[in-house]
């Protein structure tokens, strides 16, 4: 868990009995100090940083997880990789916004870093900062996570691994899974007679079996969906219409996967998503690195 110390932190480990449920035992409760290259204060950055992290370190014991507590000196994105592959994590857990330069760091340098290098699954909690100033609120609702998640598909070799993962959560209480795959074909490929129709025929059939899986998986109710338009605002559309608890992604694809952590697309994503989301790096990117 990647603490920034700030009060929003404070309610998000208060639900870390929520990971409890997916099976979680051990946290690494991490807060990066970030190196002042003015005043070279990294060390006493650490001491005002002990009692917030002894706070939170008692938030989650009480909550029956196991804590161990580092804090690392470098640049969020690669120190907390290095965190995590140094405790070989089953999962890294953030929060969509933070203070100071967390906030420009969290969902600027370490969506790159992480969505880019991380070996281990991202949990994206959604943080909501009032326009008008105040408290940050976290808007993860404990107990909630796994109610309906949104799966949303290119038939990528990525996007595969994402339903590998909410197979693998189904026996942990999926309640609903809405699978979708944005159907947007370039007008060039409508110059071929029969085209479309072609793709949908293709399109439908391949999130027939994709449903068939999850059903197998043991997942009560799946919904495939097959929406024209551009990905990005099927899925935003998708999110508008409330109800969903969980969005599940690969971290790499083709077509609107690849666009989603590209640029000023994946902070819109992350910034607008009501629900967390999970991130799911490529299995071959440790042989791959």
């Known amino acids: 868990m990647a603490t920034d110390l700030s009060p ?33 204060a990294a060390g006493e950055s650490r001491q005002q940083a002990e009692p917030r992290l002894a706070h939170q ?7 029956g997880l196991k804590v161990v507590v580092e804090t690392p ?12 592959r140094k405790h070989d994590a089953s999962l890294m857990v953030i929060g969509s916004h933070g203070k100071s330069r967390w ?13 880019h290098q991380a070996r281990f699954p991202i949990l994206v909690l ?46 942990k209480g999926v309640a ?12 060039r490929e409508f110059d071929e007679p029969g085209w479309p129709e072609k793709v949908e025929a293709a399109a439908r059939n391949s999130l027939e079996i994709l449903k068939d899986r999850l059903e197998a998986a043991g997942v009560p109710r799946v919904d495939a969906r097959l929406s024209p ?12 219409a409330g109800d969903i608890s969980l969005i599940v992604l690969g971290t790499q694809g083709r077509g609107f ?18 629900c967390p989301i999970l991130l799911i790096p490529p299995l071959n990117r440790e042989s791959a690195a």
């Open 229 to 240: 338009g551009h990905p990005i605002s099927v899925i935003l559309e998708l999110l508008q």
């Open 57 to 63: 370190r008692r938030q989650l014991e009480a909550q």
């Open 103 to 115: 906030r420009e760091w969290v969902l600027g340098s370490f969506a790159s870093a992480v969505c």
């Open 8 to 40: 929003t932190w404070d309610e998000i480990v208060s639900c870390g009995g929520e990971l409890r449920h997916l099976g979680c035992s051990l946290v690494i409760l991490t807060h990066v100090v970030t190196p002042d290259f003015f005043t070279a």
């Open 176 to 187: 609903r899974v809405s699978l979708v795959h944005a159907l947007h074909l370039p007008p």
């Open 73 to 84: 000196i470098g640049l969020p994105g690669s120190s907390l990789n290095e965190v995590a």
């Open 126 to 171: 959604p943080v909501r900062i009032p326009e008008s100033g105040g408290k940050a609120t976290c808007l993860w609702h404990c107990t909630d996570l796994l109610r309906h998640l949104l799966l949303p598909t290119d038939f990528s070799a990525p996007a595969a691994e994402a339903l590998c993962y909410a197979e693998l959560l189904a026996p």
């Open 257 to 274: 996967i690849a666009e989603i952590f590209l640029g000023s697309v994946a902070h819109n994503i992350t910034r607008v998503a009501p």
